[in-house]
C-alpha cells in the first residue's frame, strides 16, 4: 500500500513542478510582451505623432499673420490636442515598463508611481522605505513594483479612497512591502486562487508569482475601512529564482517621450 502512495505522491509533485514551470513561462511572456509594447509605442507611435506636431508647427509658421483665424485656432487645437495625447502615451509606456526602476531602483519607481496615480485620480499615495533596497535583486524589485502597481490602481479606481501608502521593511532574510487605503474595502475569497474568479486577475498572477519566488502574499479588507497587501519575500530566495520576464539586458524600453513645448 505504500509503493502506491508513493507514486501518488511523486506524481503530484511532478504535476506540482510542471505547472510552476508553466506559470513562469506565462509571467514571462507577459513581461517581456510588456517590454516590446512599450518599445514600439516609444519608438514608432510617440515618433509619428512627433513628427505630426512638427507639421502642424511648419504650417503655423508658414501662415503666420495670413491664415484665417479659424483655421489658425483650428491648428492650435489639434496641436494641444497631440502634445496631451503624447503625455498619455507617455504615461502608457511607462506603466508597461517604467525606465526609473531599471535606472533607479524600487524606492524611486514607488514614488514616480504615487506621482502619476495622484496626477491621474487625484489620491494622496505616501511611500516610506525603511529597509536597505540596493541590495535586493532585480527580479525582486519588479515583482514589488508590479504588485504595488496593481493594488494601487485598484484601490485608485474603485475604492473610493482619498489616502494610501505604501510601505516597504525588512531585516537581513526577509523583505515585506504593504500597501494600505481608506476606502470603501471589498470582500475577500476564502483563498487567493479564488481571485480570479472574482474578477481581480491582476492580484491572482502576482499572488501565484510571489509563490514561485518562495513568499507569501495576504490581503485582507474590512467593508467601509478599507484594505491591506501585504507581501512578504525572502531576500535570498527571489535572488536565486529565476526572474519572470526581467533579464539583465539594458534594453529595456526608454519610455521618455520628449513634449513639445
Not at 171 to 197: E, H, I, N, Q
Not at 225 to 233: A, D, F, H, N, Q
Amino acid at each position: 500500500s505504500e509503493a502506491p502512495k508513493s507514486r501518488l505522491g511523486e506524481s503530484q509533485k511532478k504535476v506540482q513542478e510542471s505547472l510552476g514551470y508553466f506559470v513562469r513561462e506565462v509571467l514571462t511572456a507577459q513581461e517581456d510582451e510588456r517590454n516590446r509594447i512599450a518599445l514600439e509605442l516609444h519608438d514608432d507611435t510617440a515618433q509619428s505623432l512627433l513628427v505630426i506636431c512638427q507639421r502642424l508647427d511648419s504650417l503655423a509658421d508658414r501662415g503666420d499673420g495670413r491664415l484665417p483665424a479659424d483655421i489658425a485656432g483650428e491648428l492650435q487645437g489639434l496641436r494641444a490636442a497631440l502634445v496631451r495625447t503624447l503625455a498619455d502615451l507617455r504615461r502608457l509606456s511607462q506603466g508597461l515598463r517604467p525606465r526609473i526602476l531599471d535606472d533607479h531602483g524600487l524606492e524611486a519607481a514607488l514614488e514616480w508611481l504615487a506621482d502619476q496615480l495622484h496626477e491621474e485620480y487625484g489620491i494622496c499615495i505616501r511611500v516610506e522605505v525603511h529597509t536597505r533596497l540596493s541590495g535586493c535583486s532585480r527580479n525582486m524589485q519588479l515583482l514589488l513594483f508590479r504588485i504595488a502597481q496593481e493594488a494601487l490602481r485598484n484601490v485608485a479606481r474603485h475604492a473610493d479612497a482619498t489616502q494610501a501608502a505604501v510601505t516597504v521593511s525588512g531585516d537581513a532574510d526577509r523583505l515585506t512591502m504593504t500597501v494600505t487605503d481608506d476606502g470603501r474595502g471589498f470582500l475577500v475569497p476564502p483563498t487567493l486562487s479564488d481571485l480570479a474568479g472574482s474578477g481581480r486577475l491582476g492580484l491572482a498572477g502576482m499572488s501565484e508569482r510571489v509563490r514561485l519566488l518562495g513568499g507569501l502574499l495576504n490581503i485582507r479588507s474590512v467593508l467601509g475601512k478599507g484594505s491591506i497587501v501585504e507581501v512578504e519575500l525572502p531576500r535570498g530566495g527571489a535572488g536565486s529564482a529565476p526572474a519572470p520576464g526581467l533579464s539583465d539586458r539594458r534594453d529595456a524600453a526608454d519610455a521618455r517621450v520628449f513634449l513639445p513645448t
